[in-house]
């Protein structure tokens, strides 16, 4: 069964602009989680869907946005990039609320 | 406020000898945690979870302990290999529905010397 996939790999902005990560969830998972990695703040979660629903949402300014759609698939949107938008952005997906995989991410940096 | 907290950033071990990797919580409402391992420019990999009706759940040469009463867990891994190096994270999240998230320690790097 393939894995959860995310793209782009990495991506280059400048301040200002919006940017757009795609997620494909392991097949038959239908919730999807997002979360930050940066050096200092280590892995903060960001907000979690479920069957098209978010459910759960972290400590993120309103800039970031996400949405699920029917086949499971999610997007992340930061819009107004700053420069400490910087960061690796990981999804994970889960079959029930239990263990979550995790994809191999999208590195942002904004300059 | 950090709710899960992992004391030490690095260890460094030799080939063949028990590594252990601890994590403290301080949520009492935490009922489910787990471990992860990551590769610089990877995503986190699911190592061992444990249920809070549990305080050891075994797989492989990865062992993890909970101590409920101390909010505690560690990682065991027996004997350790050079490709265990990697950042070990502990996670931790409670309940479910709208209040399933993962709440991340921020790391240990561990090193296994050949």
């Known amino acids: 069964k393939a894995g959860v996939t995310q793209t782009p790999r990495y991506l280059i902005k400048t301040r200002g602009q919006q940017v757009t990560l795609s997620c494909s969830p392991i097949s038959g998972h239908r919730s999807v989680s997002w979360y930050q990695q940066t050096p200092g703040q280590g892995l903060q979660f960001l907000f979690e869907y479920f069957s098209e629903t978010q459910r759960n949402k972290g400590n993120f300014p309103g800039r970031f946005s996400g949405r699920q759609f029917s086949n499971s698939r999610s997007e992340m949107n930061v819009s107004t990039l700053e420069l400490g938008d910087s960061a690796l952005y990981l999804c994970?997906?889960?079959?029930?609320?239990?263990?979550?995989?995790f994809g191999p991410g999208t590195r942002l940096t904004v300059l | 406020d950090q709710q899960v907290k992992q004391n030490s950033p690095s260890l460094s071990v030799q080939e063949g000898r028990i590594s252990i990797l601890n994590c403290d919580y301080t949520?009492?409402?935490?009922?489910?945690f787990l471990w992860y391992k990551k590769y610089p420019a990877e995503g986190p990999t699911f190592l061992i979870s444990i249920s809070s009706i549990k305080d050891k759940n075994e797989d492989g040469r990865f062992t993890v302990f909970l101590n409920k009463s101390a909010k505690h867990l560690s990682l065991h891994i027996v004997p350790s290999q050079p490709g265990d190096s990697a950042v070990y994270f502990c996670?931790?999240?409670?309940?479910?529905?709208?209040?399933?998230?993962?709440?991340f320690g921020k790391g240990t790097l561990l090193t296994v010397n050949p």
């Open positions: 949520n009492s409402m935490f009922d489910y």
């Open positions: 996670a931790a999240s409670r309940g479910g529905g709208s209040n399933y998230k993962l709440t």
């Open positions: 994970a997906s889960s079959l029930w609320e239990t263990t979550q995989y």
